[in-house]
């Protein structure tokens, strides 16, 4: 509800702080992604155009981080994951990312975010989403639907196709774009990219972009209507978002089955061969860790020295791959490095 999201602006200053401190849920900054999910599975993507500075801008809403929402259908049942009780979440933190495994008494659904990095960046850029379904009881039909809450084009574009098209009325697709991006309309590097269809992962069965306030009051089935505006007036008025349905399939015992998606920055292009970085300093970066928080230049000189360790490890396995544009970046990250050490030095 727009005028709902209005009304709790105010408070988006306070949740950052929290976050930030590492008093709400998990955290971790990797590259230009930073990712926050609380303990009921509810979850908050950021993104920087600058690591050396980072200013953070959420890719969903993030004020309310509940309207993101996945349910899951089990049989006739439908399940929405963080409100109803039917699933106890257990948080995991992990070398590179963070797992929810949820379990009930009808089957176990382990849900990962993984951070990537997209095939044209030095730095990580994305996130691999996945759930996986297994441990099942009992034969059964088993689905996924996701409504991502966009927000970053809503006072212009909502949505664009990769083509550059703007979309800004209500869309659906059987077989949908390769990708699809939210963007800022005042920073064209600033945006989130979802990818759709990629020969290395599951494609939806259905995609729509449309009112948030009319997917969400729905439980699962979505009569869709080319064409018609992103509001639902007097509630809700330019408010986009992004629902995909993984229809249900038989899953049998001791059988599971897989769904992910991979979105991150707009600058990534695409997440096409995109790939799953190195978590050996995980838990140096991770800032959800307790006891008190590391000093912010120690963090963003860390950010950059993880980046930086995989794309040499990288570029040794594979040095054929070494462009001249490669080494420029390598060299710039070693003299920001140095430029932090100094700053470090001098302030102590």
Not at 59 to 69: E, G, R, S, Y
Not at 75 to 104: A, Y
Not at 164 to 193: H, N, V, Y
């Amino acid at each position: 509800m727009k005028s709902l999201k209005n009304i709790l602006k105010p408070l988006l200053s306070l949740i950052l702080l929290l976050s930030a401190a590492g008093l709400w849920g998990w955290e971790m900054n990797r590259g230009m992604m930073r990712l926050v999910v609380d303990e009921s599975g509810h979850f908050s993507l950021y993104s920087t155009s600058d690591v050396a500075h980072p200013l953070y801008v959420p890719l969903f809403w993030a004020v309310d981080p509940t309207t993101t929402i996945v349910t899951v259908k089990i049989g006739n049942q439908t399940i929405v994951l963080g409100k109803d009780k039917t699933f106890e979440p257990h948080l995991k933190s992990l070398p590179n990312g963070v797992q929810i495994t949820w379990v009930s008494p009808q089957i176990q659904l382990i849900e990962t975010w993984e951070f990537v990095v997209s095939s044209h960046s030095p730095l990580v850029d994305g996130v691999k989403w996945s759930f996986q379904f297994e441990k099942n009881a009992l034969s059964q039909e088993v689905g996924l639907r996701i409504i991502l809450d966009t927000y970053l084009g809503e006072k212009k574009d909502a949505f664009f196709d990769p083509a550059g098209k703007p979309l800004d009325s209500e869309t659906a697709w059987q077989t949908p774009p390769s990708f699809l991006i939210s963007r800022s309309p005042l920073r064209s590097d600033l945006g989130l990219l979802v990818m759709l269809s990629d020969p290395s992962l599951p494609v939806p069965d259905q995609t729509v972009i449309a009112n948030w306030q009319r997917l969400a009051n729905t439980s699962w089935t979505y009569t869709h209507e080319n064409g018609r505006d992103f509001n639902l007036l007097p509630y809700s008025y330019h408010d986009s978002a992004l629902a995909l349905w993984y229809n249900p399939q038989l899953l049998l015992p001791g059988s599971s089955r897989n769904i992910s998606l991979v979105m991150g920055s707009v600058t990534a292009g695409t997440f096409k061969d995109a790939k799953q970085v190195s978590g050996e300093l995980g838990n140096l970066l991770d800032t959800a860790k307790t006891g008190s928080s590391p000093d912010e230049d120690v963090r963003k000189a860390l950010a950059v020295l993880d980046s930086l360790l995989t794309q040499i490890d990288e570029r040794r396995k594979n040095p054929e791959k070494m462009s001249p544009q490669d080494e420029q970046i390598l060299e710039a990250a070693l003299n920001q490095l140095e430029q932090q050490k100094q700053k470090l030095l001098s302030a102590h």
